[in-house]
């Protein structure tokens, strides 16, 4: 017999990609009554739109909290969620029709306590989500050890031992989260079969934002967890973000003297791409707290 679940979505604004979300997860294959959709609004002063219409559905839920960052609201939605199980996902995230019955699957085994799965890019426009795409979120995904929150399964009672997510964090919450389920010995697994399509960062600008808050948050992880988290010191970060600069000029010189197209091929940007990220994390690093709420 499958377990009943609830889906829950942060987010900070109603914007057509949060209404793919929406919609997505409404028509994943699993029962209706099995299922609740909790939307958790983490924006600004007041809902200058009617997305209370879709709490009148009866499996959907929206509920408001103040404390800014997705960890909190991702715990206010789990404290009123009546699922055994819970299904995070992100309002940036159009999930695959047999998202959760194959993020449900694997706790068949009473072993499992928490279930990730992969993320694909949506509709990709720019060769810079192509890139990050194929050579960052999906490389090496099973070697992963902490369940993305973009993209994961909990038992709800497994989170409530372990008190939901810190919410210290506005980036790193996860993999936290992931290092105390394995203090605990509890069991994670990967599921590449449940899939999830995130809009990838298409421009320099919103690429180096992100890798600034996974900088700080990893900082956050350090100060926690000591030597358990392996980060490179700042000077490394900006060497390797300069060599990876002139790699990038030196492959695009030919296309700028000859004029050819370069194309949407995302390895075309491999260098840039890595430096942007490396800037980025050692921008990260600077600062001593999380600020701010990127989405």
Known sequence: MLPSISIIIPFIEDNALLRLAIESCLQVDYPRELLELILVYNGGLQLEFPLELYSKTGSIRL????????????NAGAKIAK?????????????DKNWAIRLVSPFKDNKISAVFGKVLAYNPVTALESFGNKY???????????????????????FEE??????????????????????????????????????????????FKQYKKYGSGWLLLREKWGKEIK??????????????????????VP?????????????????????VMNFGLAAGYCQKKNKGYIN
């Not at 699922?83 to 309002?91: A, R």
């Not at 999906?138 to 497994?158: C, E």
């Not at 069991?187 to 809009?199: C, D, G, L, N, T």
């Not at 980060?231 to 695009?252: C, D, E, G, K």
């Open 162 to 207: 372990l008190g939901g997510f810190d919410e210290d964090f506005i980036s790193g919450g996860d993999m936290d989260f992931g290092i105390r389920l394995r203090k605990q010995n509890f069991y994670m697994r990967y599921e590449p079969e449940a899939i999830v399509y995130h809009k990838h960062r298409e421009a320099l600008k919103g690429i």
């Open 83 to 95: 699922g055994e199980m819970l299904l995070f996902t992100d309002s940036d995230c159009v999930v």
């Open 136 to 158: 960052i979120f999906n490389h090496g995904r099973m070697q992963l050890v902490f369940p993305w929150g973009g993209n994961s399964a909990l038992r709800k009672k497994v």
């Open 255 to 275: 296309y700028i003297i000859e004029r050819r197209t370069v194309g949407n091929k995302g390895k075309r940007f491999k260098y840039l791409y890595l430096a």
């Open 63 to 74: 509920i408001r909290e103040d404390k800014k960052g997705p960890y909190s609201a991702r």
């Open 231 to 252: 980060i490179y010191p700042n000077w490394r970060r900006v060497l390797v973000s300069a060599i990876y600069l002139f790699f990038t000029i030196f492959n695009l």
